[in-house]
């Protein structure tokens, strides 16, 4: 531990006598590092983050494909009714619940201000596994009378920002849409929905549908299919056993839903083929949002293209690192010829490397909030707000501490290897162009410029094309007259 020490007081005097040297390298490095570092913050947001629930690979999202006579709010829904069979009768799940996001209007201490809502059944929470942070949380007995629980749960985000995370607020009377509702208790942190896109401030209970969707009510309406219905998969079953044992209870409720009064209005054709619909059952762990497949291809795109950064970036340093053991040939030379053991040498010297790519990997976080600030202003909007976090947490740490090992031993590791292998007798007489001008060094060095030149050509081509689709989409006409409207 005491050489470590050592090696590190060493590379530190060494670096600071070559201050050009170390702010390109670092410069170079925090680039790249920060780049990698800030889509991996909106991709493991996005793509990649479970949610924090209890069990979440266990959570499914209930989807109807085939014909739909009547209204329908969006894909994967059914109706309400639909959904209260299901829950009812099915024998997979070990529990059920359904939700629906509205904005609401909130009235607090005399001012109004419009947030993200949330209509849930009883069932959300407990089947959810989320857990109170102040209070408690919705259970199915807050969800059996219509209009008959004017209560609301706060999520804890909401709680802090707009409440000051204040226990007093439990029991206090807020007003929603026009309707006094009782907060009786605040999420538990980290909770805000199970919708990516849609962060939920308060969550009230879905029979109080009526007084948030006013003239809208459609609780009873089975060709009305807006709720999004959720089921937690029994131990032991699988989703594809589960999808057959829904579908046998579906064909039972297409059959009844088709003689009701409802469906007067709908042809014979269009009621065979409402007969023939299908059920699937989606993952969910992940939450449900349709934007995580949008974005899916442009955000693995972008880490790629954020990666051949990091690796020009690598062979811009390791070039620099070529050049400057040109200049320490001779130290090194003496050393090795003084006894000091090849290993010990390269430690040194991948230990000045680990130093540029902590200090790359330091400056780079702080690019990389900076980028995700300018990121989460292009991703497309999702109803009131796509809230992403900007804020380095663990995940993101260790994803960095990662990138800047990987990055030093890229750059770090070869360069070490060629210094310490020259020929000690010409290097001492100071034939020093002899020992750097050809062989495996040179042939090193030309790839790494080779490798930096083809990665840049084909960043460049690339953001040639995206600026040329840019253009071309700029140039089309709206399809209609634009001026004055």
Known sequence: MNAVWSDLAFALRTLRKTPAFTV????????????NTAIFTVVDQVLLRLLPVKDPQRLVLLS??????????GDDVLSYPMYADFAANNSVFSGMFCRFPVPVNLGFSGQTERIAAELVSGTYFPVLGVEPAAGRLLTPADDRIINGHPVVVLSNAFWRS????KAEVVGK????NGHKMTVIGVAQRGFDGVEL??????????????QMTPPWDDMQNRRSRWVYAFGRLKPGVSREQAQVALQTMLRGQLEMEETEQGFSDVGTYERAQYLKNTIGLLPASRSHSDLRTRMQSPLWALLSITAAVLLIACANVANLLLARSAARQREIAIRLSLGAARARVISQLLIESLVLAAAGGSSGLLIASWLDGMLAGFLPPEKISLQLSTHPDTRVLLFTIAVSLLTAILFGLIPALQATKPDIAPTLKSEVSTVIGGGVQLNFRKALVTAQVTLSLLLLIGAGLFIRSLHNLRGLGPGFKAPDV
Do not use: T
Not at 64 to 73: A, I, L
């Open 24 to 35: 390109v390298a670092i410069a170079s490095l925090a680039l790249g590092i920060g780049a």
């Open 173 to 176: 009377e807020i007003v929603l």
């Open 162 to 165: 707009r409440f000051a995370a």
């Open 64 to 73: 109807m494909k085939g014909v739909f006579p009547g209204s329908s709010r």
């Open 197 to 210: 896109g849609y962060s939920a401030q308060v969550f009230i209970p879905m029979m109080m549908k009526a």
